[in-house]
């Protein structure tokens, strides 16, 4: 068996005594990373949709756009509850009016029971604070930041556009208000050694989070990584490299620190590299594989951790 990780689906049925499906909304945000605020164009791997590039157009309604994913959730989830996570962009950055209208029409959709909002540290004030922990007295309610990276270099070449310390200021913020977060890390940026990318994810379970997600780059089409990789090709991880990094990784993850993802996938339209991402059950079949080698190695049983 392989090494033991708190998966999303464990922690889910834990609290709420069911499967959660999380439903993707797109809420018709924009990026101050886009918009000249901060920078234009975005992160270099970041797609023309933000990376909701799954998601139904933002001009929908709402409750549409959750009835219609549902829909197509229940062909593979017969029964559960609900959480929505609002995905592409900056989902906080907008007046709070906004914001207040749209995160309590999400959360009064039937059987709802949580809201995941993707953004930025940068974006993160007091007031959108007090919105959130107003909406956690109703229902669950996380953050998601794409810290990607420790490395303030590579910060710099994917041009994040914040600080390391703006992460730890809107952690301490988050933290203070007990709002769980999730932080999306990503392996395989050009440049970055083993080390780098591991230091990553204990920069993350150092800063407070609750939640974790790790991914490898992707190369897609319509984005500045694209460009650079077809003028000057970089190293793309292999399988094998991506799968012992994760193992690793899961290593460095203390158990009461959500594993919310250990792989992704590009729409495969626009998908350049890593092509043998392509199958999403052959590399969790792949990692798995690698998790239970790891532990044997170690000399762990399934269900012992590493310390963190």
Same mark, same amino acid.
């Given at each position: 068996?392989?090494?033991?990780?708190?998966?999303?689906?464990?922690?889910?049925?834990?609290?709420?005594?069911?499967?959660?499906?999380?439903?993707?909304?797109?809420?018709?945000?924009?990026?101050?990373?886009?918009?000249?605020?901060? /920078?234009? /164009?975005?992160?270099?791997?970041?797609?023309?949709?933000?990376?909701?590039?799954?998601?139904?157009?933002?001009?929908?309604? &709402?409750?549409?756009?959750?009835?219609?994913?549902?829909?197509?959730?229940?062909?593979?989830?017969?029964?559960?509850?609900?959480?929505?996570?609002?995905q592409s962009f900056t989902n906080t950055y907008a007046?709070?009016?906004?914001?207040?209208?749209?995160?309590?029409?999400?959360?009064?959709?039937?059987?709802?029971?949580?809201?995941?909002?993707?953004?930025?540290?940068?974006? &993160?004030?007091?007031?959108?604070?007090?919105?959130?922990?107003?909406?956690?007295?109703?229902?669950?309610?996380?953050?998601?930041?794409?810290?990607?990276?420790?490395?303030?270099?590579?910060?710099?070449?994917?041009?994040?556009?914040?600080?390391?310390?703006?992460?730890?200021?809107?952690?301490?913020?988050?933290?203070?208000?007990?709002?769980?977060?999730?932080?999306?890390?990503?392996? /395989?940026?050009? /440049?970055?050694?083993?080390?780098?990318?591991?230091?990553?994810?204990?920069?993350?379970?150092?800063?407070?989070?609750?939640?974790?997600?790790?991914?490898?780059?992707?190369?897609?089409?319509?984005?500045?990584?694209?460009?650079? $990789?077809?003028?000057?090709?970089?190293?793309?991880?292999?399988?094998?490299?991506?799968?012992?990094?994760?193992?690793?990784?899961i290593a460095l993850i203390p158990k009461d620190i959500?594993?919310?993802?250990?792989?992704?996938?590009?729409?495969?339209? &626009?998908?350049?590299?890593?092509?043998?991402?392509?199958?999403?059950?052959?590399?969790?079949?792949?990692?798995?594989?690698?998790?239970?080698? $790891?532990?044997?190695?170690?000399?762990?049983?399934?269900?012992?951790?590493?310390?963190?």
């Amino acid at each position: 068996m392989p090494l033991h990780y708190n998966s999303a689906n464990e922690f889910f049925r834990k609290k709420f005594g069911c499967k959660i499906i999380k439903i993707p909304i797109n809420g018709n945000f924009t990026c101050p990373n886009r918009d000249g605020t901060k /920078g234009k /164009g975005g992160c270099i791997f970041c797609s023309e949709k933000g990376s909701g590039d799954f998601l139904f157009p933002s001009n929908m309604p &709402i409750a549409e756009q959750f009835e219609k994913t549902k829909e197509i959730m229940s062909k593979k989830w017969k029964s559960g509850k609900y959480m929505i996570y609002f995905q592409s962009f900056t989902n906080t950055y907008a007046p709070i009016e906004k914001l207040r209208k749209i995160f309590t029409e999400a959360a009064d959709l039937k059987d709802v029971v949580g809201i995941s909002i993707g953004t930025r540290p940068d974006c &993160i004030s007091d007031e959108t604070i007090n919105l959130l922990k107003e909406l956690s007295e109703k229902l669950y309610i996380t953050v998601e930041i794409g810290l990607q990276t420790s490395n303030e270099k590579s910060a710099v070449y994917i041009n994040r556009c914040y600080s390391n310390t703006e992460f730890e200021k809107a952690m301490s913020l988050l933290n203070k208000a007990n709002i769980d977060v999730i932080c999306h890390i990503i392996f /395989g940026i050009p /440049g970055e050694t083993e080390e780098d990318m591991l230091n990553s994810v204990k920069y993350a379970v150092n800063s407070g989070i609750k939640g974790i997600k790790i991914q490898l780059l992707h190369v897609l089409e319509g984005t500045k990584l694209a460009e650079i $990789y077809k003028k000057t090709p970089f190293k793309i991880l292999s399988l094998d490299e991506y799968c012992g990094l994760v193992a690793k990784a899961i290593a460095l993850i203390p158990k009461d620190i959500t594993v919310h993802r250990i792989t992704g996938d590009g729409p495969k339209k &626009i998908l350049i590299e890593p092509k043998w991402t392509g199958n999403k059950k052959a590399v969790l079949n792949r990692l798995n594989k690698e998790l239970d080698k $790891y532990s044997k190695n170690l000399g762990l049983s399934a269900q012992t951790r590493l310390p963190g």
